[in-house]
Structure formats: structure tokens, C-alpha cells
């Protein structure tokens, strides 16, 4: 059992003293100012385009973890805790690649059969599953299960077992007013992955995508659209020519028609090379984890070809009759089987926490503080980014070269004291934050330092933008001791402490409290830069983070001298920068570094449905209300499905046996 803290009256006046005494306004001042210049020093390199946005997966990230290992071992810090060196190993997923075969053969009666080539009549999705099918073919609209507005494209038909076809996007997208235009989920149940959850959750072997011929058909409109004003605009031009005064046409109008002439040019291109049936590529959609079925896209030929000779109509034509009646228009497509095999493989790469030590001493050295900062980002863009279609270097300044920055200023004050701490002080740079707390998750699997005598953990993630005094602390509930800390400290500092008391959040501090382990984290807010090319270094607030290492250093000092370790408190609730919208409430933590069929959960809020359900981390769930769970995006879909108040049967794998847990869901939370 934990140890509780005292009321640290006698300690809290000692360190009001130490800090009058110590570090009076001109030598604070100063110190602030050293500092800022080191504190610019790191985060302009690590947010330099040279690092490439140290995206998983690029040299920039590697380069980034010699640099931070050597910022701790110049700093004094042990760097040979953890295999002699200061790199904690693993691997995470960073896309597929194809193997070999990719084949589809459409058979049909009367012994057609259809033998289709790969890039030309259909690809492979990389968001699915590699594997073999041989099933016959049903037709199901835009595969579409939706509560509000009511609509199913999978009733009436039979699909397991069955490989479907899907048309993308959403029916009546002609109508602002249709059933799912803005407001009514649209972008929801046109994703990909949605309609992928909704197959695999009515038992479907395989599914076949194709497009629907509405977007191709408006992007041609669009594109003849431009090309008609690109010609209008060089007929005025030449008009304007044509009326001048004088033997020569002024010079810049000569300059105009070229420019004019040039964009009619290049806009006549993108018509003449624009595919309205656009095939996806293999790695469009980024890759699942789970359990799923194999998902091919065909080209919207093929699939009229099957849909004439079984139902009498076009896809084109099947697409017009959706969007007048509101009806799916699913329906078997007798006689036709569809046996192929999709074939790839999941690419592992390395990647490293970076870990450096700060000894304690007496007979508390064994005992330990994390102190944390995830230095990965997004790289390039794409899966992650807030800018689509934009692949440039995402330097990530705040997100997270600001914490990353901070965390070795931390590591320098620590290790320059004349004494060392009582207790034994951790500084970890995480790796893979952005694909889901990766690097944190590994740590807390294998821990370089029984997690049993971790007494707490301190978490800095996008702290470079410090406005109006004002600091997001996460966990300030997680201990009894906080709240008086942060009160004195925060006086002491001039900050203004914004006080979040869950421990649950999306950062790396999540992975410690699920281990039921006292947690702060700091945070100055989101920002329009946010995973965008923007995020750079020169509109951090350096001075700002400077202050928040003064008060970080603060709250370590106080942990690692106090005489109790600080207790562990359960918060109801999770910290979210989002809203859940209309899903019922649960309370599962992901765990985003498990390999496993089901959706795999690290912990459970306190007093969550889930937690009275009897879910605990470590379960993997694999059903809920009678629907099969591969992964978290069919756990999300499948939750929209209930109401507040229901209580659903979850099925949960727990020592490898299944085990079976009714669940009262709760109302939403924002």
C-alpha cells in the first residue's frame, strides 16, 4: 500500500525560504535568460528541417535520439542503465508493403469467368487483412449502418461469409439536405474504415470497393469548368488586345495573354489526364490493427459488368436510384463468386526511448520519479497531419521539440546540484507518441525500474506556447499531495494553473497512471499550427518555457526530498482535447502497443462503466452486444449503436480464456 504525504507545512515554509534566500528576483532573472538561450539552442535543432519532421520511420528521429542522449550525458546523467547504453529497443508498424499473390477472379454462370489485373481492374487495401476468399458476391450499396439518420445497407441481405461490394463516400451527396450531408455524420459514415468495421461485423469474408461514379462525374465538371473560364479569360484578353491604341499591343497585355495561354494549357492538361475512376493505392488508408478480412477496390467497369448481368442495371444507374428513393439497392448477385488473395506484409521498424538516470541517495535511492517527454512527430505529413494532401517536413516545435527541449534543461538543473536527490530521478524521451503512446506503453511493459517503487511521473507535452500566464496541469487530482504543491508553487512561479484532476489523457502520462502511479502533466494549449508545417520554432514562447522548467524543477525537488511518496488517488473520467459526440460513455484506455485480435485496453477510468463492468487492463475485447471486435475502430462503431442506460454483453479475452462482463453504458461526455 502507498504511503501517504503529510500536510508539508514545516516543508512547505522551508522550500518558501530556500526560494527567497536562493534565488532572489535579479538572480532568478538571470538564471531564466541562461536558460531561455539553451533552451533555443535545443529546440531550434530539433525542429530543424534537417530532422525531417522525426517522423517514425526517418533518419531525423534517430538523429534526434543521439542528440538527446548526448544532451543527457554532457548534462551527468547515466547513460548505460538500460543494455549499457541509453536506448530502450523495440519496433513498431510503419506501413505494409506487397507481397506476392494478388489475384481476383470473378466466376460467374453459365462458366463465366473473369481473371482481373492488378493496378488496371483492381488494387489491394493495405487497411485490411492479408488472406484467401472464395465466396459469393453480394451487393451493398455504400455499406452504410447507421442508428441516426436510420439507415442499413445490410438489411434484408445475407452477407456472411459473402464478399460484398461497397460503393465509397455517401449516398444524395447532390443535396445539401440529403441524409447525410453536414451535421447528420456524413464524414463519418463515408470513412473507409467505418464501412470496413460495418462488413466485418456482419461476418463478410472479403470486401470489394468501388467508387462512386458521382464524385469522378463532378470532378470532370469542375475541371471543364476551369477550362472554360481559362478560355475566356485569354478571349478578353485578346479583345483588350484588339482595342488598343498604337501600331504595337502594349507590352503587358502581351504578358497577360502568355500567363492567360499558359493556365489554359495546364488546366486542358488535368482534363485530358483526369481519371474519373481512380484506383486507390496500396497504402492509401494507412494500415489496421486487429483482425479484419481482405479489401480489394475494382474499377467501376468491372463492377457494372456484374451488376448488369445479374441485376439489369449500371453502378451509374444503381447510384441514381439510391439517391431518389433513400433505399440501399443491396441485393445478392446470384450465381457470381468472387476468389482472390491479397497478399502483404505489416513493415517493422526500430525506434528508442531514450533513458537517462540521476542516481539517488540513502535509503530512498531506490525509489523513483519519471519525468517525460515524447520527441517524435508526424514527419512528412500524411496519416496524423492536419494539412491533407501537404507532404512537407512537419517540424513540430510545440508538439513536441518544446518538451523535448525542456526535459533536458530539467536534466541539466538536476545534475548540477551540490547533493545528489534522495530519490532516484528518470528522464525518458518517448518515442512513437503519435501512434498512440508506443513509446510509454513499451516503458511500462519493461520497466528499467520496478513501477511498484515508482512514486510518481511528470509529463511535458507541447509546452512552447505559454500565453497569458496560463498552464494546463493534467493530474492534478491523481495525488492528495498536488493540490497544495500546485497552489504554493504556482503563487511562487506567477503562473496561472489551470487544473485538470484526470489522470487519464492523450499523452504519455496515461501510460503511468493506468499502473495506478501518480501523474502531472504540462501543457500550454493547442494552436492553429497544430500538426501543420507551421509548427515552428520561431513562434514558441522560449522565455515561457524557461518558467515552465522552474516550476517543473520545483515540483521534482519537493517529490524527490519529501519523506512519504505521494498517493495514489483514481479520477473518475478522462482529460480529452475533443469531444466523444454521440457514443455512450465506456471508460476503456486503448493500448495502442499491443499486437492483438480484439481491441486491446491498457486500464479503465475509475468509475466508468467499464471499470463496474468489471474490465480491468491488459483484456483484449473481441465481442460486444453479439457484434465480433477486431480492433478499436470496429469497438467505436460498434458503441454508436447503443444508448445511455443499455447494458451490453462484452466478451473479453483475459488470460486467453474468454470471459463474459455485462456493461451499463453511461451518457456521453464532453
Given amino acids: 500500500m502507498l504511503r501517504r504525504l503529510a500536510i508539508p507545512s514545516v516543508r512547505a515554509l522551508c522550500t518558501a525560504l530556500a526560494v527567497s534566500v536562493l534565488f532572489p528576483v535579479a538572480v532568478r532573472a538571470e538564471r531564466i535568460e541562461e536558460a531561455t538561450q539553451r533552451l533555443l539552442e535545443d529546440v531550434k535543432y530539433l525542429a530543424s528541417d534537417d530532422l525531417q519532421g522525426r517522423g517514425v520511420g526517418t533518419k531525423g528521429l534517430d538523429q534526434a535520439a543521439v542528440y538527446i542522449r548526448d544532451a543527457f550525458a554532457a ?36 462458366g463465366q469467368s473473369v481473371t482481373l489485373e492488378l493496378g488496371k481492374d483492381f488494387t489491394v487495401g493495405s487497411f485490411g487483412d492479408a488472406g484467401t476468399f472464395d465466396a459469393p458476391i453480394v451487393f451493398c450499396g455504400y455499406g452504410i449502418d447507421s442508428k441516426e439518420p436510420e439507415y442499413d445497407s445490410f438489411a434484408g441481405v445475407d452477407v456472411k461469409d459473402k464478399v460484398v461490394i461497397i460503393m465509397r463516400r455517401t449516398p444524395q451527396q447532390a443535396n445539401p439536405h440529403g441524409l447525410f450531408a453536414a451535421g447528420h455524420g456524413g464524414s463519418r459514415h463515408a470513412a473507409l474504415r467505418t464501412k470496413v468495421s460495418n462488413a466485418f461485423q456482419h461476418g ?90 481482405p479489401i480489394l477496390h475494382i474499377s467501376q467497369e468491372i463492377c457494372s459488368r456484374l451488376l448488369e448481368s445479374s441485376l439489369g442495371k449500371s453502378l451509374a444507374e444503381i447510384e441514381v436510384e439510391i439517391d431518389a428513393t433513400g433505399e440501399p439497392q443491396s441485393a445478392p448477385l446470384s450465381g457470381w463468386i468472387a476468389e482472390g488473395e491479397a497478399s502483404f506484409e505489416l513493415v517493422r521498424v526500430p525506434v528508442r526511448n531514450v533513458i537517462g538516470v540521476l542516481e539517488g541517495s540513502g535509503p530512498l535511492a531506490d525509489e523513483t520519479i519519471i519525468v517525460g517527454a515524447h520527441y517524435d512527430h508526424v514527419g512528412l505529413g500524411g496519416e496524423g497531419s492536419l494539412a491533407p494532401g501537404v507532404k512537407e517536413v512537419h517540424n513540430g516545435a510545440d508538439d513536441n521539440a518544446s518538451g523535448t527541449a525542456a526535459l533536458i534543461e530539467l536534466a541539466r538543473r538536476l545534475a548540477e546540484r551540490d547533493q545528489p536527490l534522495p530519490r532516484r530521478v528518470v528522464f525518458i524521451a518517448f518515442t512513437g507518441e503519435e501512434r498512440g503512446l508506443l513509446g510509454s506503453a513499451h516503458y511500462v511493459r519493461e520497466p528499467v525500474f520496478p513501477l511498484e517503487s515508482t512514486v510518481a511521473m511528470f509529463n511535458m507535452d507541447m509546452v512552447g506556447r505559454l500565453d497569458e500566464e496560463k498552464l494546463t496541469v493534467f493530474g492534478s487530482g491523481t495525488s492528495s499531495a498536488w493540490e497544495e504543491m500546485l497552489n504554493r508553487l504556482g503563487d511562487d512561479t506567477g503562473l496561472e494553473l489551470v487544473r485538470k484532476p484526470e489522470g487519464f489523457g492523450p499523452s504519455d502520462h496515461s501510460s503511468f497512471y493506468a499502473k495506478e502511479i501518480p501523474v502531472i502533466h504540462l501543457f500550454t494549449g493547442t494552436h492553429t499550427d497544430y500538426h501543420r508545417p507551421s509548427d515552428d520554432w520561431d513562434k514558441l514562447n522560449v522565455r515561457g518555457m524557461a518558467r515552465i522548467v522552474d516550476l517543473l524543477e520545483a515540483m521534482v525537488v519537493e517529490v524527490a526530498t519529501g519523506e512519504e511518496r505521494p498517493d495514489y488517488v483514481a479520477i473518475k473520467g478522462r482529460a480529452s482535447l475533443a469531444r466523444s459526440g454521440s457514443r455512450p460513455y465506456f471508460g476503456s484506455i486503448p493500448d495502442f502497443g499491443t499486437d492483438a485480435e480484439g481491441y486491446a485496453i491498457s486500464g479503465v477510468s475509475p468509475g466508468s462503466p467499464a471499470d463496474k463492468g468489471g474490465l480491468k487492463g491488459g483484456d483484449v475485447i473481441v465481442r460486444m452486444g453479439g457484434q465480433p471486435i477486431g480492433g478499436l475502430d470496429d469497438f467505436d462503431l460498434a458503441l454508436r449503436k447503443f444508448s445511455p442506460g443499455q447494458e451490453v454483453e462484452v466478451v473479453v479475452l483475459r488470460d486467453n480464456k474468454e470471459t463474459k462482463l455485462k456493461v451499463t453504458l453511461a451518457a456521453p461526455r464532453s
Avoid at 75 to 95: C, K, M, R, S
Fill in 75 to 110: 548534462a551527468g546523467l547515466d547513460v548505460t542503465v538500460d543494455g549499457g547504453d541509453a536506448y530502450q529497443d523495440f519496433e513498431v508498424i510503419d506501413g505494409a508493403k506487397l507481397t506476392e499473390p494478388n489475384v481476383l477472379t470473378l466466376n460467374g454462370p453459365d
Fill in 204 to 293: 463478410a469474408a472479403a470486401i470489394l470497393f468501388v467508387n462512386d461514379p458521382y464524385t469522378g462525374r463532378k470532378e470532370a465538371e469542375a475541371l471543364q469548368s476551369q477550362l472554360e473560364k481559362a478560355a475566356g479569360e485569354i478571349v478578353d484578353v485578346a479583345v483588350k488586345i484588339a482595342d488598343a491604341e498604337g501600331d504595337e499591343p502594349p507590352a503587358e497585355l502581351l504578358k497577360e495573354l502568355r500567363e492567360r495561354t499558359n493556365h489554359y494549357r495546364q488546366v486542358q492538361e488535368l482534363v485530358e489526364t483526369h481519371n474519373d475512376d481512380k484506383l486507390m493505392e496500396f497504402g492509401y488508408g494507412g494500415t489496421r490493427g486487429g483482425k479484419s478480412v
